[in-house]
């Protein structure tokens, strides 16, 4: 994948400096995609309308010379880092090589992000290379709108995530109740059992995950209470699942409420009400729209059934009281933002919608898909099934 950095260099132009430095290891994920290069150690990348990388230890560099999508690779020897310890330490060092390197490419004047090591960019400073803050984070901009090669990726991770959420739904169907509590082959069914096999079908389908959440009863009345212990029969079962592919590393989200046994009432008028916001959401989804004026939409559908919601009470519990919804891509969550204050959306912005209602006296209830904006509306990457009760 080639990105278009157009509006980098823009970005450079208006700034008036000579080029972009950042220097993390790939976890970062505006570095991974500035580079092209996925390395679990701190590098530099710079980019001055080409790419161009410095390691400071030789490991990764004949990897970067075949794999990065750079225009030079560079290491610390190349810049004699070993007489320069002897002369100034490690860290002194360091400092001069990354100077040297800069030089290298007329570069005195660079952009930076704010998570650039505070260390370093008073260092080049006293070494007298100026190092402008970008508060904006213009990586991060540019990252939000996906190409057709990213969205295939999300794409991808999303199938892997719809078989790991029905391996989940698979287990519940297969419980039956005993004294309230969900047994499965002679076992409680817990929340641990649920995510372990969620992860053992996404390793199976090439992703991974740090966390996910099976959050039952209570648990659920929390977004982002991960769950754990025994499921119950008749309360609402929230399972938000969020991999990472291991190829591309990007990922994917979805969350589906499920109920074992008979819901309550509520929960059922819940759940209803959830999905009609969902639907508004989606309905709101077109490019110029913008993120507010989706998160609108689901705001809508809850206050005209008297529920609490932020934007109306900003200081709400229960009800509604999360964002519609997210970026996805490299990071779970990035730009742009479904919620107040948010601005247009734009084809290529994939975005989940994800309306929830929440009360500890009731539970939780929420309902996500993931979707890509369009030239005339949206595409919904999901496909799953919306349905509460679990036979």
């Not at 330490?89 to 007329?106: C, I, K, S, Y």
């Not at 009360?359 to 929420?366: A, L, Q, S, W």
Request: glycine residues 10%; hydrophobic residues 35%; proline residues 5%.
């Amino acid at each position: 994948m080639k990105p278009d950095f157009s509006m980098l260099d823009s970005h450079l132009q208006e700034r008036g400096v000579d080029g972009y430095l950042v220097y993390a290891d790939s976890g970062e994920s505006d570095q991974y995609y500035l580079s092209g290069f996925d390395a679990p150690d701190p590098f530099v990348t710079l980019y001055d309308g080409a790419t161009h990388l410095l390691f400071l230890r030789g490991l990764e560099y004949g990897r970067a010379k075949e794999q990065a999508r750079a225009e030079t690779v560079s290491r610390g020897s190349d810049y004699d880092l070993a007489e320069k310890v002897d002369e100034y330490g490690n860290t002194g060092a360091t400092d001069r090589v990354l100077v040297e390197f800069l030089q290298d490419h007329d570069v005195t004047r660079v952009g930076a992000p704010g998570s650039f090591p505070l260390r370093v960019a008073d260092a080049l400073r006293d070494l007298g290379v100026e190092v402008m803050p970008d508060d904006g984070g213009i990586i991060t901009e540019i990252r939000a709108t996906k190409t057709d090669e990213e969205i295939d990726h999300i794409r991808t991770a999303q199938r892997a995530n719809e078989r790991a959420m029905a391996r989940a739904e698979e287990l519940l169907q297969g419980a039956h109740t005993e004294e309230g509590q969900l047994v499965y082959d002679d076992e409680v069914l817990t929340s641990e059992r649920i995510k372990r096999e969620i992860e053992i079908t996404l390793l199976r389908h090439g992703c991974a995950l740090d966390e996910t959440i099976v959050a039952c009863g209570r648990d659920a009345a929390d977004p982002h209470n991960r769950g754990g212990g025994p499921l119950e029969a008749g309360e609402p079962i929230i399972i938000d699942i969020f991999p990472r592919d291991k190829t591309t590393n990007y990922h994917a989200d979805m969350t589906r409420t499920f109920c074992k046994g008979e819901p309550s009432e509520t929960l059922g008028e819940w759940y209803t009400l959830a999905d009609r916001a969902r639907r508004a959401a989606l309905q709101a989804v077109e490019p110029g729209a913008t993120g507010e004026a989706v998160h609108d939409a689901v705001c809508d559908v809850y206050e005209a059934a008297g529920l609490p919601t932020l934007r109306a009470d900003d200081t709400a519990q229960t009800g509604f009281i999360h964002s519609t919804g997210h970026g996805i891509g490299l990071d779970v969550h990035e730009q742009p933002n479904i919620s107040t204050d948010s601005g247009p959306l734009e084809p290529g912005h994939v975005v989940t919608i994800e309306p929830g209602l929440y009360d500890p006296d009731i539970g939780g209830v929420r309902i996500e898909d993931l979707v890509v904006v369009t030239d005339d509306g949206y595409e919904n990457l999901t496909d799953y099934d919306v349905s509460l009760v679990v036979d």
